[in-house]
């Protein structure tokens, strides 16, 4: 089946770009989202790209997908107090899954 | 919308106890997801409705554990008896379209003593 990967933490000091990394094994993935799960709350969706792009632009968050490596990244620029949270990775197969398989979550934090 | 809802927010009850945790999906939606998420295995799909119909219950971790979605605008997830290991914060969501984009309730926090 499809795995994931992310790394666990990012530390980053408020203003600066934050870059939170995702590998999947999937060569087939359709679609690959981001979620957001601030504390004591469900996951909250924050963007999605679909496998035929390879950047999408909303306001501060960029998301860049390299299908050759199967690596999808996503961007947070001035990256504010209020970004501290867990991002979640996650990618849809193919063949009419309705099931995307997620990563374990990075916690970014940010320092003022 | 009031998106997923889910009841009750937080339990605590005592190992042994029938523990039973309510959803009710974002109206049209299709598809509904029960997960559960703790610090040492992450987030885990225990169970996947289609169109009310148990698709997927792979990961529902023992017979203690049911699932049910009598209609299209409720679920329950049950568990019974309840041990101490069940502790974790359980999330319901649904989707629907061609995205699968899932939207997630607040989750209900559960502990059992």
């Known amino acids: 089946g499809e795995d994931v990967e992310q790394s666990l933490f990012l530390s980053v000091r408020e203003g600066d770009s934050s870059v939170i990394n995702c590998t999947y094994t999937d060569s087939s993935s359709t679609y690959l989202y981001w979620y957001k799960q601030e504390p004591g709350a469900g996951l909250q969706l924050l963007t999605y790209?679909?496998?035929?792009?390879d950047m999408k632009q909303d306001q501060r968050l960029t998301v860049l997908l390299n299908k050759k490596d199967k690596h999808l990244s996503l961007r947070i620029a001035d990256t504010q107090t209020g970004d501290s949270a867990i991002y979640f990775c996650?990618?849809?197969?193919?063949?009419?899954?309705?099931?995307?398989?997620f990563g374990r979550g990075t916690s970014l934090i940010v320092h003022p | 919308d009031a998106g997923v809802i889910q009841s009750p927010r937080h339990e605590v009850t005592e190992m042994g106890q029938e523990v039973t945790l309510r959803c009710k999906p974002i109206?049209?939606?299709?598809?509904l997801f029960w997960y559960r998420q703790t610090m040492m295995r992450g987030l885990e799909l225990l169970i996947y409705?289609?169109?009310?119909?148990?698709?997927?219950d792979s990961g529902m971790p023992e017979d203690r554990f049911s699932a049910k979605m009598p209609n299209a605008s409720f679920s329950t997830l049950k568990i019974q008896p309840s041990e101490p290991r069940d502790s974790a914060v359980y999330f319901c969501a649904s989707s629907s379209g061609t995205r699968n984009e899932q939207f997630f309730g607040p989750g209900t926090r559960l502990t059992v003593l």
């Open positions: 996650a990618v849809l197969g193919s063949g009419g899954s309705y099931i995307p398989t």
């Open positions: 409705f289609n169109n009310n119909v148990p698709i997927d």
């Open positions: 109206s049209g939606h299709n598809s």
């Open positions: 790209i679909f496998s035929n792009m």
